[in-house]
């Protein structure tokens, strides 16, 4: 939902040079044959880094880091985002998961008030 919020207030233009990739799902729901200013911040890194906060193996999460490198490397070097939308991504994916997860700002007040009810619920029984 961030993402889509910035990809409406901050419209930037594709790269000169970009390679765009006909997609024909988008196409069909976008009713356009190229979607190019979806630019900030980066979905690609953005969930890879998401993967890499949530996960507890140090293995994988190696894995993902470097999975996430190779593809922001080649995501600047295609030219398909600028170098800004890449680096962007992983902190905007540590904000969601700080209030989503370490925080539990947004979700917290909805779980206590459905845990409330159910000591209820069961003593009904």
């Known amino acids: ?6 990809i409406h207030f901050v419209p930037l233009s594709p790269a000169s040079g970009i390679i765009v990739l ?49 593809v922001g490397m080649m995501l600047v070097w295609q030219r398909v985002h600028y170098t800004i939308d890449v680096i962007a991504a992983p902190l905007f994916a540590y904000i969601c998961y700080w209030l989503l997860v370490e925080k539990d700002i947004i979700w917290s007040p909805y779980l206590k008030k459905t ?8 003593a009904s029984d």
């Open 22 to 70: 006909n997609d024909p799902i988008t196409a069909t729901i976008a009713d356009e044959n190229h979607v190019l200013n979806d630019l900030f911040f980066s979905g690609h890194i953005g969930d890879l880094a998401t993967l890499y906060f949530v996960c507890r193996s140090t293995a994988l999460r190696r894995y993902i880091f470097l999975c996430a490198c190779m």
């Open 1 to 6: 939902m961030i993402r889509a919020v910035f």
């Open 115 to 122: 845990a409330a009810v159910s000591p209820n619920l069961l």
